[in-house]
């Protein structure tokens, strides 16, 4: 095989993100409006791992995450470990935790973490001073997820993206609040979810949404808890109506944060590039099918000629096999019609 002048030009060029190691503190904010303690984990990207350790020196979007039914924050430590150190500061609300949780409340709780923490990059005595972007992405699972949509009503300008993951209706209707949404929305669901089944969740919550931008990713073979960690209480509600998953739960957290890291570049860092990248993901991929509407968007014509001047024939490895999509963590080569050869690694 045959490879252009184009390679060599590249290979040097290479360059990784950057992966910072993960501070943590623990902060309890209060409503006065609402006369409510919200206390909330916080891990951020920081030069050293520990708690209350500095926080690196630049300036971080905020991720605020709503835990699921009784599932304890730290079953989503693989969200912190795959996006802290790309340079995400992700925020857990411990409230709303017992057998009968208020989800209106917890929605609230979600959108005033939020808010709280970008105020906190003007305070000279936070830990974070000086160190947020004044953006965020509201994330949640199941319970979480639902209460994700209650949170994003009545929107505030900080408030970027809404992102959530096996989405569950809630009390009141997270459906039903779809519909004063309008930021960019990204939906994770799994195909084979028996315990809040796209039917009659998420894809409920997709069609009565009102995003400028709006896409639905469906995990091919997905359920309801391999998003998250191990954990009891999930797993065995899953296991009650489900007889098992044709796919591991490290493959399904591979294909969620493989579109999730696309759209945070985007929507928090304005990566156009980013946004390119998913959509083309989203129509090669064999792992997912999905629906998007995002007339609203309008990315660059120059960047799109610079992204794509050509047309893609195949991707290989570093052995020379074909391969049909680019999964994490991987070196291939595109290689085009006109010759031009591009070397990509996927972090």
């Not at 989503?76 to 795959?82: A, G, H, K, P, R």
């Not at 994330?139 to 809404?162: P, Y």
């Not at 969740?201 to 995990?219: E, F, G, R, V, W």
Request: aromatic residues 12%.
């Amino acid at each position: 095989m045959k490879i252009s002048y184009y390679f060599f030009i590249l290979f040097p060029f290479i360059s990784y993100a950057q992966n910072y190691n993960i501070g943590n503190t623990e902060i309890e904010f209060y409503d006065e409006t609402r006369n409510r303690i919200i206390p909330t984990q916080i891990y951020y990207p920081s030069e050293q791992t520990g708690e209350n350790v500095s926080i690196s020196n630049s300036s971080f979007p905020i991720i605020v995450f709503g835990h699921g039914f009784l599932i304890g924050w730290e079953t989503y430590s693989n969200f912190c470990l795959e996006l802290v150190p790309k340079g995400y500061i992700v925020c857990f609300p411990t409230t709303e935790m017992s057998f009968s949780p208020n989800h209106e409340e917890f929605g609230q709780d979600l959108k005033y973490v939020a808010n709280e923490m970008i105020q906190l990059d003007n305070q000279i005595s936070s830990i974070f001073f000086n160190s947020i972007m004044p953006k965020s992405a509201i994330m949640g699972h199941s319970m979480g997820g639902g209460a994700s949509f209650l949170s994003s009503t009545n929107n505030i300008s900080s408030i970027t993206t809404l992102i959530n993951f096996a989405a569950a209706e809630t009390s009141p209707s997270a459906i039903s609040a779809a519909l004063d949404v309008d930021v960019p929305t990204l939906i994770f669901a799994g195909e084979e979810d028996c315990v809040t089944p796209p039917t009659s969740n998420q894809i409920p919550m997709y069609d009565a949404s009102n995003a400028s931008c709006k896409t639905l990713i469906n995990i091919n073979n997905g359920g309801h808890c391999y998003f998250a960690n191990d954990n009891f209480v999930c797993d065995f509600g899953e296991s009650s109506c489900s007889s098992g998953l044709n796919i591991s739960r490290e493959e399904q957290q591979d294909v969620t944060f493989d579109f999730l890291n696309l759209w945070l570049d985007y929507t928090l860092y304005n990566d156009e590039y980013a946004l390119v990248e998913f959509n083309d993901s989203l129509q090669t991929s064999i792992r997912i099918n999905y629906q998007q509407s995002c007339e609203s968007v309008n990315i660059n014509e120059d960047l799109l000629l610079q992204e794509n001047p050509s047309t893609l024939i195949k991707r290989i490895d570093l052995l020379g096999r074909e391969q049909q999509e680019h999964k994490k963590g991987s070196t291939l080569f595109y290689i085009y019609n006109d010759g031009k050869v591009e070397k990509k690694f996927t972090p």
